[in-house]
């Protein structure tokens, strides 16, 4: 309604057509009275005045006068019937789009008239309607995507769940059938040889340590895989509390001191390679010791692992033929941050990862409640 009403006013448009109409009759009215005077300084009468009529150039001015008024009035008339239209079509358009931005409804419009204003209005149905197809487009995308999202984690945990399974199989079930075979071979090896007999049981002894490593280092894995909220210091710190109390053959020092706030996803992927450097020295180092620190600047922050056990030949680490991920997994999860990861080992001396991550030191208030 308030549209409707709107339209007949003379304001906008409208008002700039007719004023601009004014603004030329003045102007020609103007013009012509300076070209008559002219006219009648040279002697030159335009409009003579009638003999005896007494009609002198003033009367003649009002003439020109009247005809600038008819003229006016009519050409006014006419302009303003012409902007109004313009006027009312463009009212339309606009009432059209914020309909769209609204609710989404778009109704066509639709101009009789063959100008640039039906043109106008065509685009603007043009543009709607592509406008259209693409939300359909994006929607489809949006739900193929989420369609994808879901089956990517079915298949991630599909994929966690067959590593699980064969490290289960290659380090603890292979594991506990040798030291059952080697057990099973003892009270015959004890009648026969118990110098021997004596040398398998402290093997055996070895083994089922060594099983115990791995079944730790699986329930490492098995370990919530977020950081339950928990800011990345405070987690790392738990989780070396929770390795003092499980392991207490071996001594876990976390020097961390404050962390930078960095966003949840980066934190994650840094718990994650953590874990798995972790992991590793507890199924492969032997080590006693086994050390996180961290260094923080002003754009970056360094995290180191260092155990102290018995360290390997990082070249001769074959990934692609042993099937081993977790380095590469390290590696991966860096290189995703824009940070980078170094391993350093030393065989008899122990390794060190080195964790790069980049970045932007944040206002502390701006996301206390932890979301972004
Ligand atoms: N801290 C460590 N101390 C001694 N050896 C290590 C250490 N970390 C890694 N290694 C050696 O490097 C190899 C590759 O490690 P990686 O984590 O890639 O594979 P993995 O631990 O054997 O298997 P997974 O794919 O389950 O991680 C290990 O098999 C091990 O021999
Ligand atoms: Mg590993």
Redesign the pocket.
């Known amino acids: 309604m308030t549209e409707k009403r709107r339209k007949w006013q003379i304001d906008g448009i409208v008002w700039d057509a007719l004023r601009t109409q004014f603004n030329a009759a003045i102007s020609a009215f103007i013009v012509t009275l300076f070209v008559m005077l002219g006219l009648r300084q040279l002697g030159m009468e335009p409009i003579s005045a009638p003999v005896g009529t007494g009609l002198e150039i003033s009367e003649a001015t009002l003439i020109l006068l009247g005809f600038t008024v008819i003229y006016l009035i009519f050409t006014s008339v006419f302009n303003y019937r012409q902007a109004a239209r313009v006027k009312r079509a463009l009212v339309s358009m606009i009432y059209q789009l914020k309909q769209y931005q609204r609710s989404g409804n778009y109704a066509p419009i639709h101009v009789t008239s063959k100008d640039e204003l039906a043109r106008l209005a065509g685009e603007m149905n043009t543009l709607t309607d592509n406008v259209e197809r693409r939300m359909v487009a994006l929607r489809r995308m949006a739900n193929e995507n989420a369609q994808l999202l879901r089956e990517a984690e079915q298949g991630a945990s599909l994929d966690e769940r067959r590593?699980l399974a064969r490290?289960l199989h290659d380090a603890v079930s292979q594991e506990l059938f040798s030291i059952s075979m080697s057990l099973s071979a003892i009270p015959k090896l004890m009648e026969k040889d118990p110098v021997k007999a004596k040398k398998l049981f402290h093997q055996i002894e070895s083994m089922v340590h060594h099983t115990q490593q791995e079944l730790r280092a699986l329930i490492m894995h098995l370990r919530p895989v977020t950081l339950e909220g928990k800011p990345l210091a405070l987690a790392l710190a738990s989780l070396f509390d929770e390795l003092s109390v499980k392991q207490p053959d071996m001594t876990f020092e976390a020097q961390l001191d404050e962390l930078p706030h960095l966003e949840k996803g980066v934190e994650e992927n840094v718990f994650r390679a953590i874990q798995?450097?972790i992991?590793?020295?507890l199924?492969?180092?032997a080590?006693s010791t086994l050390t996180l620190t961290a260094a923080v600047s002003k754009d970056r922050l360094l995290l180191t692992l260092t155990?102290d056990?018995?360290?390997?030949d990082v070249d001769e680490?074959d990934?692609e033929r042993?099937?081993?991920?977790?380095?590469?997994a390290m590696h991966e999860r860096m290189n995703e941050l824009g940070g980078h990861f170094t391993c350093i080992?030393i065989p008899g001396k122990g390794?060190r990862l080195e964790f790069r991550v980049p970045y932007i030191e944040k206002e502390k208030d701006v996301d206390s409640d932890g979301t972004d």
Do not use: P
Request: charged share 20%.
């Open positions: 590593k490290d798995e450097g992991s590793n020295t199924r492969h180092a080590a155990d056990g018995k360290g390997f680490v990934q042993t099937g081993n991920v977790g380095l590469a080992a390794t």
